[in-house]
């Protein structure tokens, strides 16, 4: 996207936040690749078999954005930070639904600096997420942008008001603790 796609992009999320309706009918087609993009990168780490496709996972989550009132978002950014977010939650939420009528979880997927973890359940690695923030929200906010918002380091300092030193000083941590309360 160019870096003018990008600015009205950035206005537009803040025209929505104002209450402009208008402002979100021209917003979709702006973003829709980068969005369908994500719900790819988010599905290419499910079973192949998954009842979801990303297109499903794609609307249900502009759905899901756009139902509550007085969401704002700062930035394009921002935005796709918390795009990545409701589409992991709603994966969640697909899981649980699963696991209750079959008894077990579908498998997950997820390699951190190039090494796969052990394929887990989905609800596993939400719990765990879960946990992380409650021990340190920075770190559970670094792996949700980096590995479920596929945002680079640079952009993750920016989406989280810090240093691009901190994010790179803390990211292994948040990887190494990731590891061992996936993989015990």
Same mark, same amino acid.
């Given at each position: 996207?160019?870096?003018?796609?990008?600015?009205?992009?950035?206005?537009?999320?803040?025209?929505?936040?104002?209450?402009?309706?208008?402002?979100?009918?021209?917003?979709?087609?702006? *973003?829709?690749?980068?969005?369908?993009?994500?719900?790819?990168?988010?599905?290419?780490?499910?079973?192949?078999?998954?009842?979801?496709?990303?297109?499903?996972?794609?609307?249900?989550?502009? *759905?899901?954005?756009?139902?509550?009132?007085?969401?704002?978002?700062?930035?394009?950014?921002?935005?796709?930070?918390?795009?990545?977010?409701?589409?992991?939650?709603?994966?969640?939420? /697909?899981?649980?639904?699963?696991?209750?009528?079959?008894?077990?979880?579908?498998?997950?997927?997820?390699?951190?600096?190039?090494?796969?973890?052990?394929?887990?359940?989905?609800?596993?690695? /939400?719990?765990?997420?879960?946990?992380?923030?409650?021990?340190?929200?920075?770190?559970?906010? *670094?792996?949700?942008?980096?590995?479920?918002?596929?945002?680079?380091?640079?952009?993750?300092?920016?989406?989280?008001?810090?240093?691009?030193?901190?994010?790179?000083?803390?990211?292994?941590?948040?990887?190494?603790?990731?590891?061992?309360?996936?993989?015990?």
């Amino acid at each position: 996207m160019s870096a003018t796609g990008v600015d009205r992009a950035t206005q537009l999320l803040n025209l929505m936040s104002a209450g402009d309706e208008r402002a979100r009918e021209e917003l979709l087609p702006l *973003i829709y690749d980068e969005m369908s993009a994500l719900a790819r990168a988010h599905m290419a780490r499910e079973r192949p078999d998954h009842s979801l496709d990303a297109s499903d996972l794609l609307h249900e989550a502009w *759905i899901r954005l756009f139902r509550s009132d007085g969401r704002t978002w700062e930035t394009r950014n921002h935005f796709f930070a918390m795009a990545s977010r409701v589409m992991r939650n709603l994966l969640v939420d /697909h899981a649980r639904r699963n696991r209750l009528k079959k008894g077990g979880g579908e498998r997950f997927r997820l390699s951190l600096e190039g090494r796969p973890l052990s394929p887990f359940d989905v609800v596993d690695l /939400h719990e765990a997420l879960q946990v992380l923030r409650e021990v340190d929200p920075e770190l559970e906010s *670094i792996v949700e942008l980096r590995c479920f918002g596929g945002l680079p380091a640079k952009e993750v300092a920016e989406v989280l008001g810090t240093s691009l030193r901190t994010v790179e000083r803390r990211w292994p941590v948040a990887t190494a603790w990731l590891r061992e309360r996936l993989n015990g």
